[in-house]
T-cell receptor
Framework: QQQVKQSPQSLIVQKGGIPIINCAYENTAFDYFPWYQQFPGKGPALLIAIRPDVSEKKEGRFTISFNKSAKQFSLHIMDSQPGDSATYFCAASGIQGAQKLVFGQGTRLTINP | NAGVTQTPKFRILKIGQSMTLQCTQDMNHNYMYWYRQDPGMGLKLIYYSVGAGITDKGEVPNGYNVSRSTTEDFPLRLELAAPSQTSVYFC?????????????FGSGTRLTVV
């Protein structure tokens, strides 16, 4: 019940395409859903996050879509660029207590020029 | 403003050896976390702390210990290194409460146990 399942494991997209990464969760107590971006040799960095009271959130070229009834959320990257090539992690947590993030397995995204 | 600093960046240990992974943050965050990252497995929580003097186990605590004597420091101790502890270790910190959450991660320690 604590798991967050992420797919696909890897994804290759041409420049300008729209990669989509999907995540699903079981724990209905989760109410905070961030995405982290990680470049090789670096720690993950917060990219964008959503709360379940909205179905979509946009920040620049990055969009989170959230489906509360299906317990699924996804990351879309508009007009993808080679510099977006990285590993992306979805995560989930409650907002009370220790706010322990449960991470998905990660998606290695490659944007070809 | 350094954020979260982890040392060392790389380390090779022999089976049975011990070591401490250091983590320091300068953002006055109360919450601190240790995760390990294995290929294809995401990040798994080892231990966490909600403030100085308070620590608790995460999902994969076996073989590790932590302490939190100050707000800034959260070291992770490996007592008897095993090959299964070969991994990349990340320390993170976060603020409490508020509408904007997020962890700030360090750059990681890559540990190999041989």
């Amino acid at each position: 019940q604590q798991q967050v399942k992420q797919s696909p494991q890897s994804l290759i997209v041409q420049k300008g395409g729209i990669p989509i990464i999907n995540c699903a969760y079981e724990n209905t107590a989760f109410d905070y859903f961030p995405w982290y971006q990680q470049f090789p040799g670096k720690g993950p960095a917060l990219l964008i996050a959503i709360r379940p009271d909205v179905s979509e959130k946009k920040e620049g070229r990055f969009t989170i879509s959230f489906n509360k009834s299906a317990k699924q959320f996804s990351l879309h990257i508009m007009d993808s660029q080679p510099g977006d090539s990285a590993t992306y992690f979805c995560a989930a947590s409650g907002i009370q207590g220790a706010q322990k993030l449960v991470f998905g397995q990660g998606t290695r995204l490659t944007i070809n020029p | 403003n350094a954020g979260v600093t982890q040392t060392p960046k790389f380390r090779i240990l022999k089976i049975g050896q011990s070591m401490t992974l250091q983590c320091t943050q300068d953002m006055n965050h109360n919450y601190m976390y240790w995760y390990r990252q294995d290929p294809g497995m995401g990040l798994k929580l080892i231990y966490y702390s909600v403030g100085a003097g308070i620590t608790d186990k995460g999902e994969v605590p076996n073989g590790y210990n932590v302490s939190r004597s100050t707000t800034e420091d959260f070291p992770l101790r490996l007592e008897l290194a095993a090959p299964s502890q070969t991994s990349v270790y990340f320390c993170a910190s976060s603020q409490t409460g508020g509408a904007n959450y997020g962890y700030t991660f360090g750059s990681g320690t890559r540990l190999t146990v041989v």
